[in-house]
T-cell receptor, first 114, second 115 residues
Framework: AQSVTQPDIHITVSEGASLELRCNYS??????LFWYVQSPGQGLQLLLK??????LVQGIKGFEAEFKRSQSSFNLRKPSVHWSDAAEYFC????????????FGPGTSLSVIP | NAGVTQTPKFRILKIGQSMTLQCTQD?????MYWYRQDPGMGLKLIYY???????DKGEVPNGYNVSRSTTEDFPLRLELAAPSQTSVYFC??????????????FGPGTRLTVT
């Protein structure tokens, strides 16, 4: 069965430090991969997505993610974190079944220390 | 574009009561979804719809019902509310086409408490 794991439940970084959030997926074929961000009390917003092509994808707010097929990973990175990046981050995998199924990981909560 | 709108934002129900969570999108998306979000559990799919008049169960459909009479609206009905339905509910929509899976657009959520 398809699944998404995010090994880190909570991460704390200092403002200005670099960030990497981990995501691993289980799926037999080439997946559609997404990262979403959820600010407190808000819905989810798409940060970036990967369908095919260049394995390093750029997103909004200075985020990027790299697809590594050999590791079944799609880690999210940002070179310098801002206090406004504090939020919940969800990795997701899209699977073509009888409908466009999207499976979400459990999320990683990011805190930013000034 | 308002995107995906949900009402109400908050609601407290007593056990056994019923209610409808409203969801409307103005992007002419054919796909619509209802999720519930519980702490540390990510999002679980309750129901989805691939177009007006077509709905199907997701991962956790028990205790819920949906309808899709128009492209824009996808209400979620809770019958006989139970404490286990205390959660945050999100509606989402997406375009479907070109053989791809497209990103979902989310509403702001409804926080429901059943006591």
């Amino acid at each position: 069965a398809q699944s998404v794991t995010q090994p880190d439940i909570h991460i704390t970084v200092s403002e200005g430090a670099s960030l990497e959030l981990r995501c691993n997926y289980s799926y037999g074929a080439t997946p559609y991969l997404f990262w979403y961000v959820q600010s407190p009390g808000q819905g989810l917003q798409l940060l970036l997505k990967y369908f095919s092509g260049d394995t390093l994808v750029q997103g909004i707010k200075g985020f990027e993610a790299e697809f590594k097929r050999s590791q079944s990973s799609f880690n999210l990175r940002k070179p310098s974190v801002h206090w406004s990046d504090a939020a919940e981050y969800f990795c997701a995998v899209g699977v073509k079944t009888s409908y466009d199924k999207v499976i979400f990981g459990p999320g990683t909560s990011l805190s930013v220390i000034p | 574009n308002a995107g995906v709108t949900q009402t109400p934002k908050f609601r407290i129900l007593k056990i056994g009561q019923s209610m409808t969570l409203q969801c409307t999108q103005d992007m002419n998306h054919n796909y619509m979804y209802w999720y519930r979000q519980d702490p540390g559990m990510g999002l679980k799919l309750i129901y989805y719809s691939v177009g007006a008049g077509i709905t199907d169960k997701g991962e956790v459909p028990n205790g819920y019902n949906v309808s899709r009479s128009t492209t824009e609206d996808f209400p979620l009905r809770l019958e006989l509310a139970a404490p286990s339905q205390t959660s945050v509910y999100f509606c989402a929509s997406s375009y479907s086409g070109a053989g791809l899976i497209h990103e979902q657009y989310f509403g702001p959520g409804t926080r429901l408490t059943v006591t």
